[in-house]
């Protein structure tokens, strides 16, 4: 079965400061990956994903990029700020799988005003 | 639109005792999932619904029997609960398709405890 792996499993940044968190997975079906945001006593929040057939997405102060070949991706944040302090979970699906995601271990991101 | 919803929000029960932890969700969507969230962990998969009227093992699936009652409904339940199963219940929906596949939309958990 696919197995993620996600680095590293605490960061913490100053204020402003990028952030960058890394997973691999092992089964080349996947190709969907989506990026999650636990704040404390919530559930899950997804943020951002990409698809297998595009290398890197963007969306305001966040991006992912896939390099398939090597088989990784990768969540970054730029310019960040004190509310984005949080655990983010990446996560790895095969069409021909239900649906059913594997998830990584989670990052605690914490970020100092 | 209130998206997944869970009940109860929280719950203590005995060694023993029995529950059912509901879920619903509001957005058309056909496929639904039960996590355990365990303590520093990341998220166990118990039992999943591809689709309405079927329902699979994941992950962790002993001592856990679910029920997808409708599109909308998906229930958990522990027949006999045991402090192992003390955890953070989630349950998520998303749109799957063979040759879509999205993201997954989170309730706000159910946190179980059991003494």
């Known amino acids: 079965g696919e197995n993620v792996e996600q680095h590293p499993s605490t960061l913490s940044v100053q204020e402003g400061d990028s952030a960058v968190i890394k997973c691999t997975y092992s089964d080349s079906a996947s190709n969907y990956f989506p990026w999650y945001k636990q704040e404390l006593g919530k559930g899950p929040q997804l943020i951002i994903d990409i698809r297998s057939n595009v290398g890197e997405k963007k969306d305001q102060r966040i991006a992912v990029t896939l390099n398939k070949t090597a088989k990784h991706f990768s969540l970054h944040i730029t310019e960040t700020q004190p509310e984005d302090s949080a655990v983010y979970f990446c996560a790895a699906l095969a069409a021909t799988n239900a649906g059913k995601s594997t998830f990584g271990d989670g990052t605690t991101l914490t970020v100092k005003p | 639109n209130a998206g997944v919803t869970q009940t109860p929000k929280f719950q203590v029960l005995k060694t023993g005792q029995s529950m059912t932890l509901q879920c619903a969700q509001d957005m058309n969507h056909n496929s639904m999932y039960w996590y355990r969230q365990d303590p520093g962990m990341g998220l166990r998969l118990i039992y999943y619904?591809?689709?309405?009227?079927?329902?699979d093992k994941g992950e962790v699936p002993n001592g856990y029997n679910v029920s997808r009652l409708n599109k909308r409904e998906f229930s958990l339940r522990l027949e006999s609960a045991a402090p192992s199963q003390t955890s953070v219940y989630f349950c998520?929906?998303?749109?799957?398709?063979?040759?879509?596949?999205?993201?997954?939309?989170f309730g706000p958990g159910t946190r179980l405890t059991v003494t």
């Open positions: 619904s591809a689709s309405e009227g079927t329902t």
């Open positions: 998520a929906s998303s749109e799957y398709r063979t040759a879509v596949i999205l993201g997954q939309y």
